[in-house]
């Protein structure tokens, strides 16, 4: 029973994307800020970094380095009335680094609305090309810039008539932007070494590309908790017009630990 529970503890945490792409899209990160001083922090673990960590492939050849450390947060605060700033950063399949700022409402009791702009910036890599997709490419690696705007609507924290210790998230948001991404990609031949008899993987050159396209990406958010702590689980769904060059992951999905405070309007 103990080994179940620590499981569920575990989930919680876990962010879930794809991997072996070059552009993976921003993590689902709707705040929902209804008042001045409000701070909202989230954090997980990304799933796919404990399924590198403890693969057979990893316990063979002993490799933990593989990703030897992970993590996604984002911090949220309103400075001002109608006014509020975010921080993002995570680490797995690359580095990602995000900051938005834009207005808010409260929608009635419990309701808000906020529209953000901002800016991103990702250190891309993608080191599968040899294993997974084309033989003569060992990987390509390059960085991605993201400039975008961002709506969301939905509840921060509804409280239920019901449950008077429980709480409630939803929301629903859309962002629209563009994507600058420029990349390396590394070629190989397989080439026969005449001393050692066998075939072996030789660099045969490199290969500059860019491309600059936008992206829509739709976003859906429900937690459940206290008044404070949340288990909260979003999906996000990214089109990214037009994209010609490395890899993309089009989705996103995570199970994330959100803490909120002030938690209640402030009446006058």
């Not at 001083?37 to 593989?66: Q, R, T």
């Not at 991605?144 to 939905?154: E, K, L, V």
């Not at 660099?203 to 429900?222: C, H």
Request: charged share 20%; hydrophobic share 40%.
């Amino acid at each position: 029973m103990k080994k179940v529970v620590y499981i569920v503890l575990l989930s919680a945490v876990v962010m879930m994307t794809g991997c072996g792409t070059y552009y993976n899209p921003q993590s689902v990160r709707m705040p929902l800020v209804s008042q001045k001083g409000e701070l909202v922090v989230d954090a997980n673990v990304p799933l796919s970094a404990w399924s590198a960590v403890i693969s057979s492939e990893a316990i063979h050849k002993h490799d933990f380095s593989i990703r030897s450390c992970f993590y996604n947060a984002s911090a949220t605060y309103a400075f001002a009335d109608h006014w509020a700033a975010q921080l993002s950063s995570r680490y797995f399949f690359d580095f990602r680094h995000e900051a938005m700022v834009g207005w808010y409402a409260p929608l009635g009791e419990q309701a808000t609305v906020e529209v953000y702009g901002g800016y991103g910036y990702a250190k891309c890599k993608d080191d599968s090309g040899h294993n997974g997709g084309d033989p003569t490419i060992w990987g390509q690696e390059g960085a991605a810039h993201t400039f975008f705007a961002q709506g969301d609507i939905g509840f921060p924290s509804y409280k239920p008539k019901w449950c008077k210790r429980c709480a409630f998230t939803a929301g629903v948001g859309l962002r629209i932007g563009g994507v600058y991404c420029d990349w390396v990609t590394r070629n190989f031949d397989h080439v026969y070494d005449s001393e050692a008899g066998v075939y072996v993987w030789s660099q045969a050159g490199s290969s500059d590309g860019w491309s600059l396209r936008y992206e829509i990406q739709r976003m859906l958010k429900l937690g459940f908790g206290g008044e404070r702590l949340k288990l909260e689980a979003a999906v996000g769904w990214s089109d990214l017009g037009g994209w010609e060059g490395p890899r993309y992951e089009p989705w996103t999905a995570s199970l994330t630990l959100s803490y909120r405070v002030p938690l209640l309007r402030k009446k006058d």
